[in-house]
C-alpha cells in the first residue's frame, strides 16, 4: 500500500474514531492535509470552528496566516503535511485534555511514521510538548532539535500572533529560516548516505 493511500486509510479511521468525549460534539474530525512525500510537517493544537465546520485544518484566520508564513518563507502550502495533535474539536476551543492527546497520539504517530518528514515543527505549546517537556516556549522557538531520532522545529502557534501582534516579527523570522533548514538536512542526509556507499564500494573491493 503506497504512502497516500495509508494516509487515506488513517484518515479514515480518524472520521469514524470513538475513543473520546471529543467524537460526540464534533461536526467534522480533522485527521489532516497534504501529501505523503512531505519533507516539513506541521503539527498544531486542535482544530477550530472552521476546521470543525470543513474537516480541514487551519482553514481559518489562523490558516490564512500561516499559509502567508509558508509562502513567503519561500515554501508551498501544498507541499507540507499539516495536522494537529487532536483531530477532533475541543468545544469553546477550549485546551486539549490529557485523554484526548492520548485517544489521538496513535493516529498521529502513524502519520508521522507514513510521511516520515526531513522535519517537524509543533506550532504551539501543546504540540510541543510531545517533545520538549517543562519548557517555555518563549525559550526555545524556532531552534532545531534532535528527538527520538527526528528533527524538531518548536514554534509559536500562528494564532498567537492574531492575540499578541508583538510575536508577528518573532513568528515571521522563524518561518523565514524554515526552508534553510531543509536544505542543511537534506545536505547533511544526502552526506551520509554518499558516505555510507562509499564504505559499501571499499568493503566490495576488499573481496577482490
Same mark, same amino acid.
Given at each position: 500500500?503506497?504512502? $497516500?493511500? @495509508? ?51 487551519? /482553514? ?34 477550549? $485546551?486539549? @485534555? ?14 508521522? $511514521? ?20 517543562? /519548557? ?62 562509499? @564504505?559499501?564500494?571499499?568493503? @566490495?573491493?576488499?573481496?577482490?
Amino acid at each position: 500500500m503506497g504512502g $497516500e493511500d @495509508q494516509l487515506l486509510k488513517i484518515a479514515q479511521e480518524i472520521q469514524h474514531c470513538r475513543k473520546c468525549d471529543l467524537s460526540h460534539t464534533r461536526k467534522n474530525a480533522v485527521p489532516g492535509k497534504g501529501p505523503a512525500s512531505a519533507e516539513i510537517m506541521l503539527i498544531g493544537e486542535g482544530p477550530g470552528y472552521y476546521e470543525n465546520e470543513q474537516g480541514l485544518p487551519f /482553514v481559518g484566520a489562523s490558516g490564512k496566516f500561516l499559509t502567508q508564513l509558508l509562502t513567503d518563507g519561500g515554501i508551498p502550502r501544498d507541499s507540507v503535511f499539516i495536522t494537529n495533535v487532536v483531530k477532533c474539536r475541543p468545544p469553546g476551543n477550549r $485546551e486539549p @485534555q490529557e485523554q484526548e492527546l492520548r485517544a489521538c497520539s496513535a493516529y498521529l504517530d502513524k502519520q508521522i $511514521e507514513v510521511i516520515n518528514p526531513l522535519i517537524i515543527v509543533t506550532l504551539g505549546r501543546f504540540s510541543m510538548a510531545r517533545y520538549f517537556k517543562n /519548557v517555555r516556549i518563549s525559550k526555545i522557538h524556532g531552534n532545531a532539535s534532535w528527538k527520538n531520532g527526528r528533527l524538531i522545529v518548536p514554534m509559536y502557534h500562528p494564532a498567537a500572533a492574531l492575540h499578541q501582534p508583538n510575536l508577528r516579527p518573532v513568528i515571521l523570522e522563524d518561518f523565514s529560516r524554515l526552508k534553510s533548514m531543509i536544505e542543511k538536512e537534506k545536505e547533511k542526509r544526502a552526506a551520509i548516505s554518499d558516505e555510507a556507499s562509499n @564504505q559499501d564500494d571499499a568493503t @566490495q573491493l576488499s573481496f577482490f
